[in-house]
């Protein structure tokens, strides 16, 4: 079956710090991939996603590629901020009709001052 | 636009008795998701709607746990009885449509159930 595997946390960064969240699937086909985020206190968010082979998904900064060849999803962002603090999920969606969500276990981020 | 609504958003029960939990999606959409987050995991799917009708309940606990969809808009999940191990976050979701590659899906604030 299906299967995302997430760097464990937390992570706790300084202000400006650079991040790397590693995430690492199993899955039959081609799915597309996604990184969700959960700030304190809010609903799931999709934060990027990318649905093929080498495609970039980014926003706010973030950035992650889909690496088909060592089925991987890692996220990015060059310079963190204190309202970076959140939970980061990995996901993908299957290539059935059902496009259903596969969830890794989700990276606490902890950005001091 | 209004986000997907649900309620309560924390609920304290003991164990064998009955809760329910609703969900308004997002006006239009046609399908509907519900997960189970356990403290320190990610979520993980119950049940999947497509209009009024089920998709996919194969993770849903069939002996306590049902759920329907109300005319294709509104949900409810409930469980009964509970047990301790059902203490979680349920969240739910709602997309446009079934089966578009890459669709999002847009997630309520989810109902904090503890139960004791």
């Known amino acids: 079956g299906n299967s995302v595997t997430q760097m464990e946390g937390p992570v706790t960064l300084s202000e400006e710090a650079f991040l790397t969240i590693n995430c690492t699937y199993t899955?039959?086909?081609?799915?597309?991939l996604f990184w969700y985020v959960q700030y304190p206190g809010e609903g799931l968010q999709l934060l990027l996603k990318?649905?093929?082979?080498?495609d970039k998904g980014s926003n706010k900064g973030f950035e992650a590629t889909y690496r088909k060849e060592t089925t991987s999803f890692h996220l990015e962002k060059g310079s963190v901020q204190v309202s970076d603090s959140a939970v980061y999920f990995c996901?993908?969606?299957?290539?059935?009709?059902?496009?259903?969500?596969?969830f890794g276990s989700g990276t606490q981020l902890t950005v001091l001052p | 636009e209004a986000g997907v609504a649900q309620s309560p958003r924390y609920k304290i029960i003991e164990k064998r008795q009955s809760v329910a939990f609703w969900c308004n999606p997002i006006?239009?959409?046609?399908?509907l998701y519900w997960y189970q987050q356990i403290l320190g995991q990610g979520p993980k799917l119950l049940i999947q709607?497509?209009?009024?009708?089920?998709?996919?309940d194969s993770q849903l606990p069939k002996d306590r746990f049902s759920a329907e969809r109300l005319k294709g808009v509104d949900s409810t999940l409930k469980i009964q009885p509970a047990k301790l191990e059902d203490s979680a976050v349920y969240l739910c979701?709602?997309?446009?449509?079934?089966?578009?590659?890459?669709?999002?899906?847009?997630f309520g604030p989810g109902t904090r159930l503890t139960v004791l």
């Open positions: 979701a709602s997309s446009p449509r079934l089966g578009e590659r890459g669709d999002e899906q847009f």
């Open positions: 899955a039959t086909g081609y799915p597309s």
């Open positions: 990318a649905t093929k082979a080498d």
């Open positions: 996901a993908l969606s299957d290539t059935g009709s059902a496009r259903q969500l596969t």
């Open positions: 006006s239009g959409h046609a399908t």
């Open positions: 709607f497509q209009n009024n009708g089920v998709v996919d």
